[in-house]
């Protein structure tokens, strides 16, 4: 992978940035320390979304009116 700051030889400024971007995705030149950093970032980005989804939900759930059930009134005075 080589470092950002190196140029590319004789690209034009638009194929600098594919080039770069495809640099970027290849990841059979990757370290294992690169392998493990972005290992990391995923498992964070995963663990941000389920908090945010769960707070959602949370949220949703204190939203929402409870349930009153129409019950009839006792019926009184029916004494045989």
Known sequence: MRF???PHENLAPQSFSINMLADLIDASS???EQWLMISI???M???VLVVI???YTLFGI???QSYTPNLRP???GRHK
């Open 53 to 55: 989804h769960r707070l």
């Open 30 to 32: 990757w370290t294992h």
């Open 41 to 43: 970032m995923v498992f």
């Open 4 to 6: 950002l700051n190196q």
């Open 62 to 64: 204190a939203r929402k």
């Open 74 to 76: 006792l019926r009184r």
């Open 45 to 47: 980005v995963l663990a």
